[in-house]
C-alpha cells in the first residue's frame, strides 16, 4: 500500500529509508509543507529561502539545530553545495532528520495548531468587543 501524505510528498514506505532526503527549490509556497511531511518521516530537507522554510529549517523559537539547509532562490552554486553537503555526510542527516521531527511534535501537532488558531480567534473577538464561546461548548 501506498502511503500518501498531504501536499507534494509521496513515501511509498519501503523508499522512505532509501531516501536520504528532500529537495524542495520551489519558488511557491507550497514547498511549506512538503518541509514538515519530510520531517515527518525524518528527512532533512534542502530548501530555497520562500514563505517560512527558513523558520521551518533553523527554527522560530526553539534551540533544537538545523532540520536542513537552505540556500538563496536561484542560487545554483548554494543548492548544489547543500545538496553535497547532506549527500555526503549521514550522520548529520540522520541528526537533522531527528531535528525536524522533533520540532514538527514540538510546535505542528494538531493539537497545538488548535491552540494557536483558538488563541487568534479569541484575541481577535476581544478586539471586536464580541463574546468568544465558553471553552467545552459544541463548536469550539
Known amino acids: 500500500a501506498r502511503q500518501v501524505l498531504p501536499g507534494k510528498l509521496y513515501?511509498?514506505?519501503?523508499?522512505?529509508?532509501?531516501?536520504?532526503?528532500?529537495?524542495?527549490?520551489?519558488?511557491?509556497?507550497?514547498?511549506?509543507?512538503?518541509?514538515?511531511?519530510?520531517?515527518?518521516?525524518?528527512?532533512?530537507?534542502?530548501?530555497?529561502?520562500?514563505?517560512?522554510?527558513?523558520?521551518?529549517?533553523?527554527?522560530e523559537d526553539d534551540d533544537l539545530g538545523a532540520a536542513g539547509i537552505v540556500a538563496p532562490v536561484m542560487n545554483i552554486n548554494a543548492i548544489s553545495d547543500a545538496i553535497l553537503a547532506l549527500a555526503g555526510d549521514p550522520e548529520m542527516r540522520a541528526e537533522m532528520g531527528e531535528i525536524g521531527y522533533a520540532r514538527l511534535m514540538r510546535k505542528y501537532k494538531i493539537e497545538y495548531m488548535t491552540e494557536k488558531y483558538l488563541s487568534v480567534y479569541r484575541q481577535l473577538a476581544d478586539k471586536a468587543r464580541l463574546a468568544y464561546p465558553e471553552e467545552g461548548r459544541e463548536g469550539t
Open 11 to 59: 513515501v511509498y514506505p519501503p523508499l522512505q529509508e532509501k531516501i536520504p532526503f528532500t529537495q524542495v527549490t520551489e519558488e511557491d509556497l507550497a514547498c511549506v509543507m512538503t518541509i514538515l511531511e519530510s520531517f515527518a518521516v525524518k528527512k532533512p530537507c534542502v530548501a530555497t529561502n520562500v514563505g517560512n522554510c527558513y523558520g521551518l529549517i533553523y527554527g
